[in-house]
Structures are given as structure tokens and as C-alpha cells.
């Protein structure tokens, strides 16, 4: 895992994860941009969640960073408990940055970085 990418997601996650226990020895590492209020993201979360399920049978990890759009974190916590990945805390000022970086235009979004 790149220092870079440490710098770019920080280390200090939901439930006390740091990012390379996350990211182990995977080659990829997602951040999805959703929120529960968002009806097209409740439509998208459960085909994705699908897909990372098969690959992570398959033997191939795709790590996930679950980055909230949510308004209140009762919200967040609802949603993020279907979720089999990890998250940024709610209302933490990376989610933000990380908007502007990958130009997020709306939601859901999904970036796919080389860990």
C-alpha cells in the first residue's frame, strides 16, 4: 500500500479500522460516494455489494470505503449497516475533499484506486 494512498484516505476509520488492515494486500481499494436518502444509491449498494461478495469468493479483494452523503448520522449508521466494508466516519472532512478530488457530480459514485 502506497503512502500516497494513506495520505489521500488518512488511517482512522469506523469501528477503529486503520487503512492497512483494510487494505491488506489488495490490488484495488474503493471509495463509494452514497447516501441513504438516495434512491438510485439504494438501488446500486445491494448490486455492488453482490459483486464485492463474488469477488472476494473468488479470492480477489476490493477493500471499500463507504464515504456518507447522509444529513444526520442515524442515517448513516442505518445504512452503513447493510454495508460488508468499511467507512469514513460520518461528517469527517475527508468525504469532502475527496468530492472535490474525484469530481463528484452526484450520487452514487464509485473511484477504484491502485492501493
Same mark, same amino acid.
Given at each position: 500500500m502506497s503512502t500516497a494512498l494513506t495520505s489521500l484516505l488518512g488511517n482512522n476509520f469506523v469501528n477503529g479500522a486503520d487503512l492497512t488492515s =483494510?487494505? +491488506? +494486500?489488495?490490488?484495488?481499494?474503493? =471509495?463509494?460516494?452514497?447516501a441513504h436518502w438516495c434512491g438510485p444509491c439504494r438501488g446500486f449498494t445491494p448490486k455492488l455489494k453482490e459483486f464485492h461478495d463474488t469477488l472476494v469468493a473468488q479470492g480477489t479483494p476490493l477493500p471499500i470505503a463507504f464515504a456518507s452523503s447522509d444529513q444526520d448520522e442515524d442515517s448513516f449508521a442505518s445504512y452503513f449497516a447493510e454495508m460488508p466494508w468499511h467507512a469514513f466516519k460520518f461528517g469527517d472532512d475527508r468525504i469532502e475533499v475527496l468530492n472535490v478530488k474525484y469530481e463528484v457530480s452526484g450520487i452514487p459514485w464509485l473511484v477504484i484506486l491502485n492501493a
Open positions: =483494510i487494505v +491488506d +494486500d489488495a490490488p484495488l481499494v474503493g =471509495i463509494y460516494f452514497s
